[in-house]
């Protein structure tokens, strides 16, 4: 299975805008980005998209982040407006082939390097 490669995050003011990118999921059934909260917390799925289109989001990002994916560049997008300091940590993207697409870790197998997307107040 081929790696998942990030791109894109780094240090904006509240209010702005960041895009992460994320190529390599192929034709996985779910795919995802999650938030990592230094130090030592757990990962929090913020958005999904199923291979049919679907998508699901974290109550605190609706409205704000939006995911989607370019089939043809094999690339998963996460499009970050309106950024907010409690938005801060390091984001990762997932892939993973079960049939129920959710942003529960469990679901996905393959992982990106993660990318740091820092909010100042």
């Known amino acids: 299975q081929a790696r998942l490669v990030e791109s894109g995050g780094g240090s904006v003011r509240a209010g702005g805008s960041l895009k992460l990118s994320c190529v390599g999921s192929?034709?996985?059934?779910?795919m995802a980005w999650f938030q990592q909260k230094p130090p030592g917390e757990g990962r929090v799925g913020v958005a999904s998209i199923s291979s049919g289109g679907s998508t699901d989001y974290l109550d605190s990002v609706k409205g704000r982040f939006t995911i989607s994916k370019d089939r043809a560049r094999d690339t998963l997008f996460l499009e970050m407006k309106n950024l907010r300091p409690e938005d801060t940590g390091i984001y990762y993207c997932?892939?993973?082939?079960?049939?129920?697409?959710?942003?529960?870790?469990?679901?996905?197998?393959?992982w990106g390097q993660g990318a740091q997307v820092t909010v100042s107040s």
């Open positions: 997932a892939a993973g082939d079960s049939w129920y697409c959710s942003r529960i870790r469990n679901n996905f197998d393959r």
């Open positions: 192929g034709n996985s059934r779910c």
